[in-house]
């Protein structure tokens, strides 16, 4: 032990002012790095030390980082009821893209997409499908889960490539009606019913669809560094969409500048699951759709193919630009500059609203 000390001293002998310059060395370095994150607004720990995430790559749903083999799993799509007395729903908080549409009347409803992996114990209420819910389903080509649906709806799918699994029919298996809530609005499945159903049909699940763009959290930062910005960004912290007037399917956005996301309200309260689950979202499009009244009963045809106006939300900012989606391909969605919209990582709502 003597020796092993001896040969320490040896060592820094007559190094004693190199020693004393690393020593002052580090104390400037972390002293300028105090500084500059007190009076930096843009300054960020995570730039100074990254964080080491070289297993993890994008996960082609929604950007979040995963491991490779749970990156390009095929999606699950639930067709979700939002009638007022269907609330609050179940497993909507593990969604990562959910559209919003009037259905008929004035009553709206939900496309809610997962990842085959959530935890998700209970999912629904669960309803029935329309023909343009098909054609969502088809551009993400996932497994769509439902009960039943409008005739032509019905009709589309013999003829449709997705995959679905329909509770009126041989697959009510894979469902099943909560007793304490009232019919129709009691109707759920699980992700682990959703996934025994995929086995059970030998459906392949890797994915098969076109991803957006995502990108890190960046609130200071344009998307594009030459896009002129202050031009037809700007800085909005809330969103309302109002459904044919209807206070009890009002909806609301509100920006969390902490956090960098968005509180979901709805029927004027914040939006729960039946969790608590307090609804988020990093990224809100309002996409601008044609309609037309096809029955009686007020049941709708909604044109999701072609172009029109759409106004993303995100980052504290609303972005004005468009969607297009040609026949039978994948809807983008791009500013004013012709530049497709970079996501955060994260949920995406998209709501439709009707010219």
Same mark, same amino acid.
């Given at each position: 032990?003597?020796?092993? &000390? ?24 972390f002293?300028?790095? &105090? ?13 100074v ?24 799993? *095929?999606p ?5 009821e939002n ?18 549409t ?8 939900? =496309?809610? !997409? +997962?990842?085959?992996? =959530?935890?998700?114990?209970?999912i ?7 023909? @343009? ?8 080509? $996932?497994?769509?889960? #439902? ?17 679905? =699994? ?18 129709? #609005?009691?109707? +759920? ?17 890797d994915? /098969?669809?076109?991803?957006?763009? +995502? ?21 909005? #912290? ?19 500048? %902490? ?17 608590? !689950? ?13 309609? /037309?009244? !096809? ?9 999701i ?6 106004? !993303?939300?995100? /980052? ?12 039978? $391909? *994948?809807?983008?969605?791009? /500013? ?6 970079? @996501?955060?990582?994260?949920? &995406?709502?998209? %709501? +439709?609203v009707?010219?």
């Open positions: 032990m003597n020796k092993l &000390i001896t040969k320490i001293k040896d060592l820094i002998k007559g190094q004693e002012y190199f020693l004393v310059f690393i020593f002052l060395s580090l104390i400037l370095i002293s300028l790095i &105090i500084y500059y994150s007190k009076t930096e607004p843009g300054f960020s720990w995570s730039e030390f990254p964080k080491i995430n070289s297993n993890k790559v994008n996960r082609l749903l929604d950007g979040r980082k995963v491991i490779k083999d749970k990156s390009s799993l *095929r699950i799509i639930v067709m979700m009638h007022f007395e269907s609330r609050p729903q179940a497993g909507l908080e593990y969604a990562s893209i959910i559209y919003e009037v259905v008929e009347g004035d009553i709206t409803r939900f =496309v809610t !997409i +997962f990842d085959p992996t =959530v935890p998700a114990e209970k629904g209420p669960v309803r029935s499908v329309r023909p @343009f819910f098909i054609e969502i389903a088809e551009e993400w080509n $996932g497994v769509l889960f #439902h009960a039943g649906g409008s005739q032509d709806a019905m009709y589309k799918l013999t003829y449709s490539p997705v995959y679905n =699994v329909n509770e009126i029919s041989a697959d009510g298996i894979y469902f099943w009606r909560d007793n304490k809530r009232e019919m129709p #609005h009691n109707l +759920f499945t699980s992700i682990d019913l959703i996934n025994r159903a995929i086995k059970a049909k030998d459906i392949d699940i994915a /098969d669809f076109e991803p957006w763009l +995502f990108k890190n959290d960046s609130p200071d930062k344009p998307d594009y560094p030459d896009y002129p910005t202050g031009e037809k960004w700007n800085n909005i #912290h809330e969103i309302k969409v109002d459904f044919n007037k209807n206070p009890l399917y009002g909806v609301e956005y509100k920006y969390n500048t %902490e956090n960098n996301d968005y509180t979901r309200y709805l029927g004027g309260k914040v939006h729960k699951t039946e969790r608590g !689950i307090i609804l988020k979202a990093k990224n809100i499009i309002l996409q601008h759709v044609n309609f /037309d009244i !096809i029955d009686n009963y007020g049941r709708l045809d909604i044109n193919t072609g172009k029109g106006q759409a106004e !993303i939300y995100k /980052d504290g900012k609303m972005i004005e630009g468009y969607w297009k989606k040609p026949k039978n $391909g *994948r809807t983008r969605f791009y /500013d004013l500059g012709n530049r497709e919209i970079k @996501f955060n990582r994260g949920t &995406i709502w998209i %709501e +439709f009707f010219n």
